[in-house]
């Protein structure tokens, strides 16, 4: 009995072997993947944490800057948070939170540069439609119309067409192209929820210009061809 049990082990045994002999390095190569892979895993998300602590820390210095109205140390400490953390979203906000402040000192060009820095390099496709909608009020108000439109002429998420919509109405509106003022508010109007509350003051614009939205869909898309119901004369 006891030489029949060696045997059966000897012959799993030799099982064995000839199991590892033929994938034993295919199994510790997988292996040694999946662990790497792991802690890849792991040391990326260390990063991502590092990063995000260390930006946050730039960000709230120009947070303090920007209250004191230091502008030096404002735009030092954005040119920091660009070079060493551009990919993370407190670049993006210290873009849009210099612009502003540079905006109110009166430093139109630089308001510009934070906000073009943001549009090429946003982390997001919202902060980048964000950015060319402050980019373009910018434009407007120094009478820069062509660039206003270009600036919004790009491809953006669609959760903000109708606001690039409702921004190209008011250009071509001061432009005094009323037609095509009348087109863009339409669409804006369509494209907004109906619970937001800027739909209303779509709708206003479209009144004053004398259109009822809820009955110009037609201006909105082009209506299908109706079959021509003329009488020929009889030749």
């Known amino acids: 009995m006891a030489l029949q049990l060696d045997l059966e082990e000897q012959e799993q045994f030799d099982q064995l072997k000839h199991f590892w002999s033929r994938w034993g390095d295919y199994l510790v190569w997988l292996l040694i993947v999946i662990l790497g892979a792991y802690a890849a895993w792991n040391g990326w998300h260390y990063w991502q944490r590092r ?5 946050a820390v730039l960000f709230e210095t120009v947070e303090r800057a920007a209250d004191s109205a230091d502008l ?10 660009k070079s060493k953390f551009g990919s993370t979203t407190y670049s993006n906000q210290a873009g849009f939170l210099v612009s502003k402040v540079f905006y109110e000192q009166g430093q139109s060009p630089k308001a510009e ?8 390099n946003p982390v997001e496709p919202g902060y980048e439609a964000l950015a060319r909608l402050r980019l373009s009020a910018l434009f407007i108000e120094r009478g820069a119309f062509k660039e206003a439109k270009n600036v919004l002429n790009e491809k953006i998420t669609p959760e903000f067409t109708p606001l690039v919509e409702d921004r190209l109405g008011d250009i071509d509106l001061i432009e005094k192209q009323t037609d095509s003022a009348k087109t863009h508010f339409l669409k804006a109007w369509s494209g907004l929820d109906s619970r937001a509350p800027y739909k209303k003051f779509v709708e206003a614009k479209l009144n004053a210009l004398g259109i009822d939205p809820a009955s110009a869909g037609s201006l909105i898309q082009p209506s299908a061809d109706k079959p021509n119901t003329e009488t020929k004369p009889k030749g």
């Open 51 to 55: 990063e995000a602590a260390q930006s």
């Open 72 to 81: 030096n140390l404002m735009e030092r400490s954005f040119g920091d948070i």
């Open 113 to 120: 540069d934070a906000l073009n820095w943001v549009i090429k």
